[in-house]
């Protein structure tokens, strides 16, 4: 049966959504699951922008086959390669043999790469600014490179300002049913998890969204719809989003206040780090996030990061090192290119403390642009009373940074 | 191109040659003689408007351009060298500084009476220990707030004490090198700002050149020049500039030897004709104006170069390096022309053979001149010998941070004490006042702590004296308090123990085991006192002594004074001032093939690109080292 539902004047979404995936990318848990987004336009000619995972490939095989009803599908637009929208091409292909592909060199060797067997089939490769007209609709193309693969680009209809975005502007959760952002809560119930999915699926190349930005700044007022590879259709309220987007890709906070993650093996980190979440509150500053990194995923953590302002690592000492999962947290802000956080240490341990010296280190050379408080809480194995003066003048120092 | 001057150029030289004939060269004799400065043709030159001959009109200047200001010094150098160096040191290192790195305030305070030549200007960079190497300076400026406090000293100082406005380059944060070092507008007349005696020197003695003493220097905060840390950048930008003015005196005192030698030589007959025409000397004039002209073309160069605000620190260099090479052979060419007479006092040449050393020699030696132009030519030499570009490891920065580690080792022991207390009170520590001895560690301000070097335990009272003279509360290292049992274990400080991050701490007897020097890296100041001067205590404190602690606590503690001590006011923590961060070199850029992020301070070994080049100084045929894309696909981070 098919499944489709109209984005706008003979503009179909015709993807799926799938909850049955535990690990997107095989990396990042999606409890919530998520949708692989797929347009078909019923012009003159019919095109196919984008289409779907493999194991939603009979939905959307469905879905165009009632849509199209005898019509030929004429165009497959490819911005974006990966195969969690690219898998379905080889199907399509053989389904609809005369279809001709509309992407660019570099997604076309992709396809080769990923052995899709395009050549045969009339390729047509297009450069930024090239222009395309289906019969009463004209697109255009705009290049994104390393948004987050080097061959994205996004594709503007200017006949009726629909901007196919590939993965910019999209986000993990099923849409179940509900297909624009205005139809369900965003800020409630999606906004976390948009932000998951962007920090860290494509965290690392904000200065390539910066240019990204900066190209449809040019033409945003022409933009009616944003459809996005997953996650819901925008066409109200762009600006709040956009804004989200500048945020992020610029490293900026979005909110004041701290991040606690603590690594604790028997309780005793753990505690020190609620004791500093309960003097900050105490001091006024309640935008106070906690955090067991050994049974949080770290995108989780990533995603939190990007989202305040101060970050507070409490770490046991382990192998004469940082524990381990708060080591591969550090490393992932370094991957992602988290910056401009001001950072405060906790540090544990029974015979020899090393964890507050190594993540200072970290912080200061490998991270960017991130400000270290000299203020640290080390503890020998527990809080005691006798470091009431060091919480405090951390908690303080916090406070005061928080509130500069 | 034609290689020429402008009218308006040769008009300033008639001008100026004027009154250099006219007011200077009639007293240059006298001035040389007596080691007398040119008060009143330096008022002269400021009325004249010549002393801001370079900066804009808005600021008092002339509004002329640098080689205006070349031709100025020129000039004046060519009948007197020392009145080519007042205008030089005074334009190019007392206000350019101010011009090129002042807030508008500082430029309508300073800039502008100097420009005028209401005042005059100096610059105060070389030391005993600091010379062709800035990064020996020990001029500290230490930040207490309000002000800076400003103490040391700076030797050979060009037209000091007639100056009124210095600008003096300190150490605000110590043991990191030039990155350390700021700069300072003083004014003369401060309190605790003294001069040594004038100088005696060979030649330029119409310059004044004298030693500069600081001495608790109180310098208001909105009289650092630039940033904290952009001393040294202050100082090589403003040396660059300064180059062209020597350079123009070098020219001018060759020039002027060279005038004097062919008059001399068309008058003085010998052998029936002007000796002029013996082959021997005609070549010898040959060479001499072929020298000048070349040097006075890398002058005129090099001030075009800057006023057109093209890179010129090199051509500076050359036109320094090359015109005070040739002034060097040119007067003594022109005093060999003079024959007996030239070796005679009174005879301008021999005060130009005299005045010329000078220029090889400041201003950056023209050793350091080569320096400069082949290090712009090469680059910076590879750091290891057939390495793969890898630097050679830091060496580890001690565990409590950057510390002044002043080790008193002049005199007795008293004498030490002494300097230690005197250099106590001037950070600001008042040992009139007090904290109980049980003040816990984490909460003390001051603490004076025994080692196990400490001896028997009958020693603590030596302890327990100096900290009531110091006005501390007591602490120890571990063994101390957990082995000998001499205080109890809440009193020991140390990374598992009590840390302490008040402002004083003295260590008795402590060799600075790492537990515990991490215990007291917060401290603001720290004193070790110990036998062992290689203990790693002395390499993690700020002013040390290496002595028995039965020697030296008692002479401490009689030093602090033993009086009874006011209760102290609530702690003030004295901040350390935070080793600032390399600023990038240029920015990164990012691929937009694969998002690889090229370092300007990593380079790409593997193309054999040296650490330190930035992007835009990379050849066009690089690629990505990662995909391959070219450099077009890439974006600034």
Known sequence: ?404 | MLYQTTPEHEALRAKIRQFAEEEIKPIAFALDQANEFPDEAVKKLGQMGLMGIPYPKEYGGAGLDVQSYAIAVEELARVDGGAGVILSAHVSLGSYPIFAFGTEEQKKKYLVPLAKGEKIGAFGLTEPNAGSDAGGTETTAVDKGDYYLLNGGKIFITNAPKADTYVVFAVTTPDIGTRGISAFIVEKGWKGFDFGDHYDKMGIRSSTTAELIFNDVKVPKENLLGKEGQGFKIAMATLDGGRIGIAAQALGIAQGAYENAVAYAKERIQFGKPIAFQQALSFKIADMATKLRCARFLVYSAAELKEHHEPYAMEAAMAKMYASDIALQVTNDALQIHGGAGFMKGMEVERAYRDAKITTIYEGTNEIQRVVISSAILGKAPKSAGGGGGSAPKKPAPITGVRKKTIFREGDAKEKVEALVAALKKDGYDFTVGIPADTPIAQAERVVSAGKGIGPKENMKLIEDLAHAAGAAIGSSRPVAETLKYVPLNRYVGMSGQKFTGNLYIACGISGAIQHLKGIKDASTIVAINTNAGAPIFKNCDYGIVGDVNEILPLLTEALGTGKKKPAPPMVKIKRPAPPKPEPIGPRYVCGGCGYEYIPEKGDANAEIPAGTTFDKLPEDWVCPECGEGKDQFIQA
């Not at chain 1, 469905?62 to 969690?84: A, V």
């Not at chain 1, 020190?272 to 995108?299: F, I, M, P, R, W």
């Not at chain 1, 964890?355 to 203020?375: W, Y």
């Open chain 1, 1 to 404: 049966m098919h499944c489709v539902r109209e984005v706008t004047d003979k503009l179909y979404w015709v993807g799926a959504n799938d909850h049955r995936l535990t690990l997107f990318e095989n990396i990042h848990p999606i409890p919530k699951g998520v949708s692989y987004n797929s347009y078909l336009l019923l012009d003159k000619k019919t095109v196919l922008f984008d289409t779907v995972d493999w194991s939603a490939c009979r939905q959307l095989i469905e879905n165009m086959e009632y849509l199209l009803g005898d019509k030929p599908l004429d165009y497959l637009l490819i911005n974006h390669m990966e195969p969690d929208h690219g898998a379905s091409i080889e199907e399509i292909l053989l389904r609809w043999p005369k279809v001709k592909i509309i992407s660019n060199d570099k997604a076309f060797l992709l396809m080769r790469q990923f052995g899709f067997h395009v050549d045969g089939h009339e390729l047509i490769s297009v450069k930024e600014g090239d222009t395309f007209s289906f019969g009463d609709h004209t697109v255009t193309f705009v290049a994104a490179p390393m948004v987050h693969w080097p061959e994205a680009m996004v594709t503007f209809d200017t006949t009726n300002g629909v901007l196919f975005s590939a993965d910019a502007f999209g986000s993990f959760i099923a849409l179940d049913g509900e297909l624009f952002a205005d139809e369900v809560n965003f800020d409630r119930d999606w906004l976390d998890e948009a932000r998951r999915y962007l920090t860290n699926i494509v965290g690392k190349y904000g200065p390539h969204i910066q240019l990204l930005l900066k190209k449809a700044a040019g033409i945003l007022d022409q933009i009616k719809f944003v459809c996005p590879l997953h996650g819901p259709v925008w066409r109200k309220d762009l600006g709040y989003f956009i804004d989200k987007y500048d945020k992020w890709s610029r490293y900026e906070p979005e909110e004041k206040g701290v991040l606690i993650v603590y690594a604790s093996m028997y309780g005793n980190t753990e505690a020190a780090a609620q004791c500093l979440a309960s003097k900050l509150c105490e001091k006024g500053v309640t935008n106070v996030a906690v955090y067991d990194v050994s049974n949080t995923h770290v995108s989780y953590l990533i995603s939190e990061a990007f989202k305040y302002s101060h970050i507070v690592l409490a770490s046991v000492t382990y192998n004469l090192g940082i524990y381990p999962v708060m080591h591969n947290f550090l490393m992932d802000m370094k991957a992602l290119n988290l910056q401009n956080r001001t950072f405060a240490v906790i540090e544990n341990g029974s015979w020899a403390v090393k964890s507050g010296d190594l993540m200072s280190a970290f912080i200061t050379d490998q991270l960017k642009n991130m400000t270290l408080l000299n203020e640290r809480l080390s503890l020998a194995s527990s809080l005691k009373e006798d470091k009431a003066t060091e919480l405090e003048n951390l908690a303080n120092a916090l406070v005061e940074s928080v509130n500069a």
